[in-house]
C-alpha cells in the first residue's frame, strides 16, 4: 500500500471529498439549481437562452409509445446520439457514428439494431440510469464531429474538455480522452485518459490514467505534448457564462470542440469530480481560495476569463 | 469558524445533555452503565417466637425504618392464619400480627431485603429531642455526680463527652463510685441513664450485625447521643462514634421491639443471607416503585420493548455509516443499506447471515442476468426480482431444513425489497462498470455491514442504547460533527498517492 500524508496534500492544496462537499458545493450551490443541470434536457434549453451551443437537439422521447416515432425522427440522419436527460456518469448514453444497412454502428464499432436501439430507448424512460430510477426523458441529439486534430488523440469516443468554473471563472481544466478501457467513454473512473491543461493557453500539463500518470495514450500510442486546443479563450469564456445561465457557484462544464461549430457546451455538472487535480499535478484550493478573496468581482464572462488567464498562468504563478 | 459557533455550541449542548441525563439516571436510580453489574441484596429474617395461651393473640414488632446506610427494598411476612400489617405511626414502624383464638408454640417471620446505599439520610427528630430527666438514690446520685464532674472537665462537646464518660466506665482499674454504679446497673442503661442525667439527650437503639448466611443472630445495643443536630451512634463498649458499615440498625427511636399480647416467652431472632441481584434488576423495581421509572421503556409491554431493542440499534449503524464514508471512504452500494444487513446479521448471527445473504444475492444475480435479457420496464423487472428473492429465500429455507440447518430459516429475516433493490444495483454495475466495481462496492458493504454488526451485537451497546435512550443524543451530536468534517478521508490518501510527485 502506497499513502501520502494528509501534510503533504494540503501543501499541495488538494481539494478533498469532504471539503469540496462542505465548503463548494453546499455554499456556493443553490440546491434548487441542481434540476437544471441533473437533467440534460433544462440544461440544453437553458443555454439556448443563454446563448451558450449546444449539439442540435433532434428528438425528445417522453413517452413509450413515442418511440414508435424514433425510426421516422432518424430515418435521414446517418449517426446521432441518445442521451437519458437525468443520467449521471455518461450511463445509458448511446453514440451510434453510422449507418450500415438498416442497422446502426456504435462508437465502439458494434452493429446493433433499430429494435436494441428502441429496447435502450424504453430502459431510459422507465429511470434505468436516472437517479432513484424516476421515469426520465431520452434525448435525441446531433452527433459531434469532433475536431481531427483533437480526434487523432482519442480512442474511439469524442475527446471533451471539463472545466472547473468558480464563481463564473474558469479555475481548472482537463481534456478527457476515451480509451480501450473506458469502452470510448471519457469518464475518468472508467479508465479514460485526464490530460490536465493550462488555463493560460489551453496546452497539455500532465496525463493520468486511473489515477496514474501515463505519458502517452494506451491505444493510439501518441505523445500528448503536441496536443492544443483551437480557440481555447472562448471555450473558456462559453464556460464562464454558464455561471449567469444557472448560478452554480462550483461547477463543471463538459465542453467539446465540434470540427465545424467550435466549442459546444455538453452538460454541466453541479458535483464535479477530483481527479481533474491529478491531470493537473496540482491541488484545486489555492486557486479557489484565490477567487474567494477577490475582493471586486468581475461582472463579464470575458473579464472574468481574461483575470483567469492571468491569475492562472503558470509560467509566472504557482497558483 | 465564529460562523459556525452556534453549531458546534448546539452540538455540545447535545452531547452535554445527552451524557447528564444518562448519568442523573445512573446516579439517581441506579441504572448501571456496566452490563450485569452485581449488588450485595441483605435478606433479614425475624423470627419471632413464642407460647400461645389460647386467648387472641396480638404481637407487634417494631421493624426497621430508614436504617441509616441501607435502602429497604421489599419486606413481607409469613405467618400461618396471623392477620398482618403494618402500622405507621409518627415516630416508629410496626408490623402487627393478630389471631382470634391461638395456643401452643407459635413462630411469626417478618422478611425484609436490604441494599446497601451511603446515601440515605439518617432519620431527623421533628421536634429536637430533650434529656430524660433521671432521679438517683444515694449513694449512687453522688458516684455518678462525681463521674459526670470528671468527664465533663475532660470533654467539650456532646461527642467528646461520652467518650470520656465510656472511658470512665470501662477503665480497667474502675474507682469506688465507678464500681457502685456498675454493680447495681445494667451496663448500656446505665450509660444512657448517665448521659441524659448531665443533660445530654441519649437512647440506646438495636444493631444487627450483618455476615452472610447466620441464623439465630441477636440483637446488640448501640447508644445514640443527639448533638443537637442529629442521633449519633456510638459503640458503648469502646466508645467508637460511628456505625459499622456491616451494622444495621434495626431499632432506633422507638421504645420496645416487640410486645406481645396473649403469649410468653417471647424471643425474637435474626437470619440473615448476602444475595447478589444484578444492578439492572435492582433500579427497575425500584424506579417501578418510586414512579420515577416514567423515562425508562420498561414501562412498556414485552413486545414493544423488543422492537424498541432493535429500533434503538439503528441509530448505531447510522454512526458506523457515517464513520466508515466519510472518515475511511469506504464506497458501499445503496448508503444505508449496510445498517438494513447489520439488523438482518442482529438476528440471524453473523455467519449463518453471511452465508445465507450471500447465497441469496449470489442466485439473484444469476436470475436477474436472465430478466435482463427479456428486456422488462424497470419496474416490473425490480417486482419479479422481489419475487425471485422470496423464491430463492422459501427454497433456502427448504433445503436448509430438509439438511438440518436451521441456518436456512434464518434468510427470512433480511428485508425483501433490500435484497431486490441490492440485486439490481449490483446487476447494472456489472453490465457498466463491469465485476471488479461489483466486488469492491460489494465487499465494501458487507465490511460495514459487519462492522455495524459487531457494534450494535456488543452487550454493552445493546444495554447502553436500551437504558440509556438519551445517549442517542450523543450519537446525533458525533453524526452532526462528521457531518461537519473536511479533512482527507482514509481511502483519499491512497487515492491522492500519485501527487506525492507534485508536492515541491
Known amino acids: 500500500m502506497r499513502w501520502i500524508s494528509p501534510r503533504r496534500l494540503n501543501r499541495v492544496g488538494l481539494l478533498n471529498m469532504n471539503r469540496r462537499n462542505v465548503d463548494y458545493i453546499a455554499r456556493y450551490n ?253 491541488g484545486l484550493l489555492p486557486r479557489l481560495q484565490h477567487i474567494e478573496g477577490l475582493k471586486r468581482v468581475h461582472l463579464t464572462p470575458e473579464k472574468r476569463v481574461n483575470y483567469a488567464m492571468e491569475a492562472f498562468d503558470l509560467s509566472h504563478q504557482l497558483l | 469558524m465564529s460562523r459556525r459557533f452556534p453549531f458546534y455550541f448546539a452540538i455540545a449542548l447535545l452531547i452535554i445533555a445527552g451524557i447528564s441525563l444518562a448519568s442523573f439516571r445512573h446516579i439517581s436510580l441506579g441504572v448501571p452503565f456496566a452490563v450485569g453489574e452485581q449488588r450485595p441484596v441483605w435478606m433479614v429474617e425475624a423470627r419471632v417466637d413464642f407460647v400461645a395461651l389460647g386467648n387472641p393473640v396480638l404481637v407487634s414488632l417494631h421493624l426497621p425504618e430508614r436504617p441509616p446506610g441501607f435502602r429497604q427494598l421489599t419486606e413481607q411476612a409469613a405467618s400461618p392464619g396471623y392477620g398482618f400489617s403494618i402500622i405507621q405511626r409518627s415516630q416508629e414502624r410496626r408490623g402487627e400480627w393478630s389471631i382470634r383464638q391461638a395456643s401452643g408454640p407459635q413462630t411469626l417471620y417478618y422478611s425484609i431485603q436490604l441494599v446497601a446505599d451511603g446515601n440515605v439520610q439518617p432519620l431527623i427528630p421533628d421536634t429536637p429531642p430533650l434529656a430524660e430527666a433521671v432521679f438517683w438514690e444515694e449513694p449512687q446520685a453522688t458516684a455518678a455526680r462525681e463521674l459526670v464532674q470528671r468527664a465533663r472537665q475532660k470533654s467539650s462537646t456532646s461527642e467528646s463527652f461520652t467518650r470520656e464518660l465510656i472511658k470512665l466506665l470501662q477503665s480497667s482499674d474502675p474507682d469506688q463510685n465507678t464500681a457502685l454504679l456498675l454493680a447495681s446497673n445494667e451496663y448500656v442503661d446505665l450509660v444512657t441513664r448517665m448521659l441524659n442525667y448531665a443533660g445530654v ?56 421491639l416487640l410486645d406481645v399480647m396473649g403469649g410468653t416467652q417471647s424471643s425474637v431472632s435474626f437470619s440473615m443471607l448476602r444475595q447478589t441481584v444484578p444492578a439492572l434488576q435492582l433500579s427497575r423495581e425500584e424506579s417501578e416503585r418510586q414512579g420515577l421509572g416514567l423515562m425508562s421503556l420498561y414501562q412498556l409491554p414485552i413486545e414493544e420493548q423488543g422492537m424498541f431493542r432493535m429500533l434503538l440499534l439503528l441509530p448505531l449503524g447510522a454512526l458506523v455509516v457515517a464513520f466508515m464514508r466519510i472518515i475511511i471512504g469506504v464506497r458501499t452500494s445503496g448508503t444505508f443499506m449496510p445498517v438494513l444487513i447489520a439488523i438482518a446479521f442482529v438476528q440471524t448471527s453473523l455467519v449463518p447471515g453471511l452465508i445465507a445473504f450471500i447465497a441469496v444475492v449470489s442466485l439473484g444475480l444469476l436470475m436477474r442476468s436472465y430478466l435482463s435479457s427479456l428486456n422488462l420496464l424497470l419496474v416490473s423487472r425490480i417486482s419479479a426480482l422481489i419475487i425471485l428473492v422470496i423464491f430463492i429465500t422459501t427454497g433456502l429455507s427448504i433445503v436448509g431444513y430438509q439438511m438440518g440447518f436451521n441456518t436456512g430459516m434464518t434468510v427470512t429475516f433480511f428485508p425483501m425489497v433490500i435484497l431486490a433493490w441490492t440485486i439490481e444495483r449490483m446487476s447494472i454495475l456489472w453490465e457498466e462498470e463491469g465485476p471488479h466495481e461489483v466486488m469492491v462496492q460489494g465487499a465494501g458493504s458487507l465490511f460495514v455491514a459487519v462492522m455495524a454488526y459487531l457494534v450494535m451485537d456488543a452487550p454493552l451497546a445493546r444495554h447502553l442504547t436500551f437504558n440509556f435512550p438519551e445517549l442517542h443524543l450523543v450519537v446525533l451530536g458525533l453524526i452532526l460533527l462528521m457531518g461537519n468534517y473536511t479533512g482527507y478521508k482514509l481511502s483519499e490518501l491512497r487515492r491522492f498517492y500519485p501527487m506525492k510527485v507534485y508536492d515541491r
Open chain 2, 201 to 256: 439527650p441519649a437512647q440506646t437503639a438495636d444493631g444487627l450485625k450483618l455476615e452472610d448466611a447466620r441464623r439465630r443472630q441477636m440483637l446488640r445495643p448501640f447508644l445514640q447521643v443527639y448533638n443537637g443536630r442529629e442521633w449519633l451512634t456510638f459503640n458503648p463498649e469502646t466508645g467508637e462514634q460511628g456505625l459499622p458499615g456491616d451494622v444495621l440498625l434495626w431499632r432506633q427511636t422507638a421504645p420496645s
Open chain 1, 30 to 282: 443553490d440546491r434548487s439549481a441542481f434540476p437544471l443541470v441533473d437533467n440534460k434536457l433544462k440544461t440544453k434549453l437553458l443555454a439556448q437562452d443563454h446563448e451558450i451551443a449546444t449539439p442540435a437537439l433532434i428528438q425528445v422521447v417522453t413517452q413509450q409509445h413515442e418511440i414508435r416515432h424514433f425510426r421516422e425522427a432518424v430515418a435521414e440522419l446517418d449517426g446521432f446520439a441518445i442521451k437519458p436527460a437525468k443520467g449521471s456518469g455518461g450511463k445509458g448514453i448511446i453514440v451510434l457514428s453510422h449507418r450500415e444497412g438498416d442497422d446502426f454502428v456504435k462508437a465502439s464499432g458494434a452493429r446493433v439494431s433499430v429494435t436494441t436501439i428502441e429496447r435502450d430507448l424504453s430502459n431510459i424512460l422507465a429511470g434505468l440510469y436516472s437517479l432513484g430510477g424516476t421515469p426520465d426523458v431520452a434525448i435525441v441529439e446531433k452527433l459531434i464531429r469532433c475536431e481531427p486534430s483533437l480526434a487523432r488523440h482519442s480512442y474511439q469516443g469524442v475527446p471533451d474538455i471539463r472545466i472547473i468554473v468558480f464563481k463564473g471563472y474558469p479555475v481548472m481544466a482537463m481534456l478527457r480522452l476515451s480509451t480501450q478501457a473506458s469502452d470510448g467513454k471519457a469518464n475518468l473512473h472508467q479508465g479514460a485518459v485526464g490530460v490536465g491543461l493550462d488555463i493560460a493557453t489551453g496546452k497539455p500539463l500532465n496525463a493520468v490514467q486511473f489515477n496514474r500518470p501515463v505519458y502517452e495514450h494506451p491505444d493510439t500510442g501518441k505523445d500528448f505534448s503536441d496536443i492544443s486546443i483551437e480557440d481555447w479563450r472562448n471555450m473558456l469564456v462559453t464556460a464562464s457564462r454558464c455561471y449567469e445561465a444557472t448560478g452554480l457557484g462550483y461547477m463543471g462544464a463538459d465542453m467539446v470542440v465540434d470540427a465545424s461549430e467550435g466549442p459546444l457546451l455538453l452538460e454541466l455538472n453541479a458535483r464535479p469530480g477530483l481527479a481533474i487535480q491529478m491531470a493537473n499535478g496540482r
